[in-house]
């Protein structure tokens, strides 16, 4: 009864969060963002919702640094997932006249490809978990991958003109 009384006044802000309750309460602050539905930049403060046209991306990022790349792909320099400084990039399909279906998340300079790794693994795992999946790579990395509903995120490194990082978002169909 003195449980159930606890989480009831927990439930309503009245009560303190016991420490084996606290982890898990951490975990669900940490999703701040429905990634079925879309993605949330920190800085700037956007979300950007899946399946959106091109118009409507500009749109979202009015004032702010967006550049248009080619077509069907933009991208902007931001902070995502508390911390994670970067730059991400937006994905159409089909290329031409299409809908948002994939963030890359890269750097601009890849002197340190360990420290860069690292980075972005430890920012994905202490958002979103630990990856569903994870294999033995290339160029000594290994290659981790997230299922999360209808979204799928990879993390890998694979060697094209030398290692290239890849760590990207996907809505899948």
């Known amino acids: 009864m003195k449980l159930i009384l606890a989480s009831i006044l927990t439930f309503f802000g009245c009560g303190q969060t016991s420490e084996k309750n606290k982890g898990q309460l951490d975990n669900d602050k940490k999703l701040k963002m429905d990634i079925d539905k879309g993605f949330q930049?920190?800085?700037?403060?956007?979300?950007?919702?899946?399946n959106i046209d091109e118009k409507t991306l500009t749109d979202l990022f009015k004032g702010q640094d967006l550049k248009h790349v080619?077509?069907?792909?933009?991208?902007?320099?931001?902070?995502?997932?508390?911390?994670?400084?970067?730059?991400?990039?937006?994905?159409f399909d089909p290329r031409s006249k299409g809908r948002l279906n994939e963030l890359e998340f890269f750097r601009m300079n890849y002197d340190n490809q360990q420290k860069s790794f690292d980075e972005f693994q430890n920012a994905f795992t202490n958002y979103f978990g630990q990856p569903s999946s994870t294999t033995k790579g290339n160029e000594g990395f290994n290659n981790y991958e997230w299922r999360l509903n209808n979204v799928q995120i990879v993390h890998y490194v694979f060697d094209r003109f030398g290692p290239e990082e890849h760590m990207r978002i996907k809505k899948l169909k």
């Open 41 to 50: 930049i920190d800085q700037p403060n956007i979300f950007v919702p899946w």
């Open 70 to 91: 080619t077509t069907g792909y933009y991208n902007i320099n931001c902070t995502s997932l508390d911390s994670l400084n970067c730059m991400l990039g937006f994905h």
